[in-house]
């Protein structure tokens, strides 16, 4: 593992391991023990997109792990004024000894693998959101105790969470049923590698992928640089693309919700669920740090 571009980069054993890790690292900082795995290592974090969680937690990771985060806006950067990514690598690559980007296109974090040396890291590209996916899955097993075997069901626009959640959860030994409107499906070559896997299913029926179901999981219906098409997207997905309590009475007697945040309420989740299980949403974004720290150290140490 030289990078984390997105979940197909990781094999089943390489997801375990990191969650392996990744349960340590939880344990030892909460008992006040903080190893400096990174001492003296730094890390540029690039953002061409909001963020709460990613950018707070890769600092606070980095800082925790004995190493030095630098916040990358690239409103500021030559790159957010047209210097070709190939160029900004190679500089990068020769004053810091890791990368996260979060930015649209996923050429662009592959490119920066191309043409960097240091290990690129996927902070959320329109494709694909890995880090997300690792601490999903980490939360799952701390509160169902297993990942095998358990139904994960996506409800909402077939964005990078529901790509990575494709590719995620299968490789680490679970079913995935997901629900999107029509003209809404997840990315096609994801799609075409695992049509015929019996433990993916692709619907255009909410209740449907709900049936049984162990984590059920939702995204905002407009991701960010969706904004222009936020008012069609409602009309499309409101009513029925939407986590709440007539999907949840489908779904097993005591499936968990997770949602990766920021989450708007009555629209694809309604507040009582949200609320209802805002323990495992807490814990779901508590975990970012825990996660990424495994991810930091497998890649930079
Ligand atoms: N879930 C997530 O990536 O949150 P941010 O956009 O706040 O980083
Ligand atoms: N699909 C959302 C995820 C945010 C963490 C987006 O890309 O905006």
């Not at 030095?68 to 790159?79: E, G, R, V, W």
């Not at 222009?228 to 005591?254: H, P, S, Y």
């Not at 495992?280 to 996660?291: G, Q």
């Amino acid at each position: 593992m030289k990078h984390l571009l997105k979940m197909s980069d990781l094999s089943k054993a390489e997801i375990y391991e990191l969650l392996d890790l990744a349960d340590t690292l939880k344990k030892e900082v909460k008992a006040g023990i903080q190893t400096p795995y990174l001492k003296g290592k730094t890390l540029g974090c690039i953002f061409q997109k909001a963020s709460t969680r990613t950018r707070v937690s890769f600092e606070v990771g980095m800082v925790q792990l004995g190493g030095y985060p630098l916040f990358l806006s690239s409103n500021d950067l030559q790159i957010g004024r047209g210097e070709p990514v190939e160029d900004t690598a190679r500089v990068l690559s020769r004053y810091l000894d890791g990368i996260m980007i979060r930015t649209f296109e996923q050429k662009e974090v592959e490119d920066f693998a191309k043409y960097g040396s240091v290990p690129i890291i996927n902070g959320l590209t329109d494709y694909a959101h890995p880090c997300q996916i690792l601490a999903d899955l980490m939360t799952i097993r701390e509160f169902k105790g297993t990942l095998e075997g358990l139904k994960l069901c996506y409800i909402g626009d077939g964005n990078n969470m529901a790509n990575s959640y494709i590719v995620g959860m299968l490789t680490a030994g679970m079913k995935v049923s997901v629900a999107t409107p029509k003209g809404y499906e997840p990315d096609a070559d994801i799609l075409a590698k695992y049509q015929a896997d019996p433990n993916f299913e692709l619907t255009n029926d909410p209740k449907q992928a709900a049936k049984d179901a162990d984590v059920v999981v939702t995204d905002v219906w407009a991701s960010m640089g969706d904004e222009a098409e936020a008012d069609q997207r409602k009309k499309v997905f409101a009513g029925t693309f939407q986590v709440n309590r007539e999907i949840m009475n489908l779904a097993k007697a005591d499936a968990m919700v997770l949602h990766c945040l920021p989450a708007h309420r009555e629209e694809e989740i309604t507040a009582e669920v949200f609320e209802e299980h805002a323990n495992e949403i807490f814990e779901e974004a508590e975990n970012r740090l825990h996660a990424q720290k495994a991810v930091l150290v497998t890649l930079m140490k």
